[in-house]
């Protein structure tokens, strides 16, 4: 069935240092929609960036991702790490013949010092 | 901006009874969802809704069931809860269309005893 990888469950960064949390996912078909997600504590989680554009760069509060479907990756990056971003980040997919299910990774836990 | 009420935010449950998570949500969302967050796994699905009277099964079903009986409302039952369903449940709805974003309560803490 359709999954998704997040390898790192903890990264401890040093502020002002390049972030990059790996997401990888599974699937048989061809159309899939990725999203990232942030989870604040004592607060909801939030989108913070989505795409279904191969090899499209997609950008959203200092971070970004690239969709890339040749190797199923939907990787997060941001040039410089930043206190407030400490976080619980989840990568997400949607299949476009999979109606609604929407399917979490098992989240990294950002955590930047100063 | 989208609005989803869980209820209650924290409850303690024995072994064997029965819980009822309540959610609501004021956005017209077709799609609802419920996921347990625990350490180690992230937020897994346990059922989702396309709209009022249906329900689906996700990830992990076994252990609840979920009733749409409106379009506003999805409520996820435990009949027997167990200590292994303690957990942090999010309750999140969204548009209809595969693109769309969902948007999440703020939780509900679960303790079963």
């Known amino acids: 069935g359709d999954s998704v990888t997040q390898k790192e469950g903890l990264v401890t960064l040093t502020e002002g240092l390049p972030v990059m949390l790996n997401c990888t996912y599974q699937t048989i078909y061809s159309n899939a929609f990725l999203f990232w997600y942030v989870h604040y504590l004592n607060e909801s989680p939030r989108l913070l960036l989505k795409s279904s554009t191969d090899n499209k760069r997609t950008e959203h509060q200092g971070f970004h991702a690239t969709l890339h479907k040749s190797s199923s990756s939907f990787h997060l990056q941001k040039s410089s790490a930043q206190l407030s971003d400490s976080a619980l980040y989840y990568c997400?997919?949607?299949?476009?013949?999979?109606?609604?299910?929407?399917?979490f990774g098992g989240g990294t836990r950002l955590t930047v010092r100063p | 901006e989208a609005a989803v009420t869980q209820s209650p935010r924290n409850k303690v449950a024995v072994t064997g009874g029965k819980v009822t998570l309540s959610c609501n949500q004021t956005n017209n969302h077709n799609n609802m969802y419920w996921y347990r967050q625990d350490t180690g796994h992230g937020l897994r699905l346990i059922h989702y809704s396309y709209g009022a009277g249906s329900t689906e099964k996700g990830d992990i079903p076994d252990g609840y069931k979920a009733s749409r009986p409106s379009q506003e409302n999805f409520s996820l039952i435990l009949e027997l809860a167990t200590p292994s369903q303690t957990s942090v449940y999010f309750c999140?709805?969204?548009?209809?269309?595969?693109?769309?974003?969902?948007?999440f309560g703020k939780g509900t803490r679960l303790t079963v005893v």
């Open positions: 999140a709805s969204g548009d209809q269309g595969w693109d769309t974003e969902v948007f």
């Open positions: 997400a997919l949607i299949f476009n013949n999979a109606g609604a299910k929407l399917t």
